[in-house]
């Protein structure tokens, strides 16, 4: 049996990347891509530094993915690595994220209402439409495309995991846009899951499909939380992206 390459892939780059090491990235990069893959993370909290190749190899995929419509992004990079890229300008290209970079995203009040709010059902058969709905709705608002793309992804590994492993017919997405951020409600009919924004995913195995897409869920938005529905039987998965700095203003939906 084949084996299916994966729509989002976080790759560990262990140790230094540099012209050593430049070549297994490009073949490891280029396989998941050449697989149909179209979100590749590069977890760098084990890169001390990186030479020009490591950087080269970087700006090289990027481009290529863009091209297949697709984003390369790295996360949990080192303080020196950061200023490295930031003096070569990469960071104006592509999503970097620092080491402990992303922060607390504050509550907001029960008195705060959406400037507006859209509810839709997922159709079990079709989680292509239900996905390219978020897209849609992300780019009324002032979100660069990379935002978009990241969001889209993380609603999408949530309705899929509604789909997959509760209730088929009856998963209902909520998008509500406020003054400072976007919050996308996936909410199920399924026998209810908790999990504190602080507390890591079960792992059972290589197989468990829903410990890895937290994981992707929390790389992707600015926040996630997992609760019980507060009436009734079911599970909200809340995502949560914060608007750029300086864009107040929300379209209408």
């Not at 200023?83 to 922060?103: C, F, H, L, N, T």
């Not at 209810?192 to 197989?207: A, H, Q, S, W």
């Not at 890895?212 to 992707?220: F, S």
């Not at 079911?234 to 939906?253: A, E, I, Q, Y």
Request: charged content about 25%.
């Amino acid at each position: 049996m084949e084996k299916k390459t994966p729509n989002i892939a976080v790759v560990n780059v262990l140790g230094d990347l540099d012209v050593k090491s430049v070549p297994a990235l490009r073949r490891n990069i280029e396989a998941l891509i050449d697989g149909g893959c179209r979100r590749v993370i590069l977890n760098m909290s084990d890169v001390d530094y990186v030479d020009s190749a490591g950087m080269g190899l970087i700006l090289k995929e990027l481009r290529r993915m863009r091209k297949m419509g697709g984003l390369l992004s790295l996360t949990n990079v080192r303080p020196r690595v950061y200023r490295s890229m930031a003096i070569m300008r990469m960071i104006d290209y592509m999503p970097v994220m620092q080491e402990g970079g992303k922060g607390k995203v504050s509550e907001l009040s029960p008195t705060v209402l959406p400037k507006w709010r859209t509810t839709f059902p997922v159709d079990a058969d079709d989680l292509g439409s239900a996905r390219e709905r978020v897209g849609e709705l992300m780019r009324e608002l002032p979100f660069s495309d990379d935002d978009v793309f990241d969001m889209t992804l993380a609603c999408g590994e949530a309705i899929g995991n509604a789909v997959d492993h509760t209730c088929a017919q009856g998963v209902l997405t909520t998008f509500s846009a406020y003054q400072d951020r976007v919050v996308v409600d996936v909410v199920d009919c399924g026998s209810g899951f908790e999990l504190r924004p602080d507390e890591e995913p079960p792992e059972t195995g290589p197989e468990a499909e829903r410990g890895r897409g937290i994981k992707l869920m929390r790389m992707l938005a600015d926040a996630v939380s997992i609760a019980p529905k507060p009436s009734g039987v079911g599970t909200v998965v809340r995502l949560v992206k914060l608007l750029p700095h300086g864009n107040g203003t929300l379209g209408v939906s």
